[in-house]
Nanobody, 121 residues
Framework: VQLQASGGGLAQPGGSLKLSCAASGRTWSYAMAWFRQAPGKEREFVAG????????YYADSVKGRFTISRDAGKNTVYVQMNRLKPEDTAVYYC????????????????WGQGTKVTVSS
């Protein structure tokens, strides 16, 4: 599975961005997720989605501001990020897993290359 993330950029505090992650190759996944890593910090889970059911999962830090979704026809997962904060600044990675576990705790098999999000005025 190859994952191609896109959509990062510069946003002002309170602004919005939408990230996309397109999967190609052997595309079956049980779940996909977005993680992020800020400078000097460990990578953290942001949001995940069970591919078949569309059930979303969110980190507490983004709940109510971010929305994860998927388009099965395009093999693409999205995260709509609203009310962005400077602390959302990070490189965002999408990932895919075939493990039938919650995306909040699962190990992920495939990773995209990352897309940088900067929130600054």
């Amino acid at each position: 599975v190859q994952l191609q993330a896109s959509g990062g950029g510069l946003a002002q505090p309170g602004g919005s961005l939408k990230l996309s992650c397109a999967a190609s190759g052997r595309t079956w996944s049980y779940a996909m997720a977005w993680f992020r890593q800020a400078p000097g910090k460990e990578r953290e889970f942001v949001a995940g989605i069970i591919w078949r059911s569309g059930t979303p999962y969110y980190a507490d830090s983004v709940k109510g501001r971010f929305t994860i979704s998927r388009d099965a026809g395009k093999n693409t997962v999205y995260v709509q990020m609203n009310r962005l904060k400077p602390e959302d600044t990070a490189v965002y990675y999408c990932a895919s897993t075939t493990r039938r576990e919650s995306p909040m705790t699962a190990s992920f098999d495939y990773w995209g290359q990352g897309t940088k999000v900067t929130v600054s005025s």
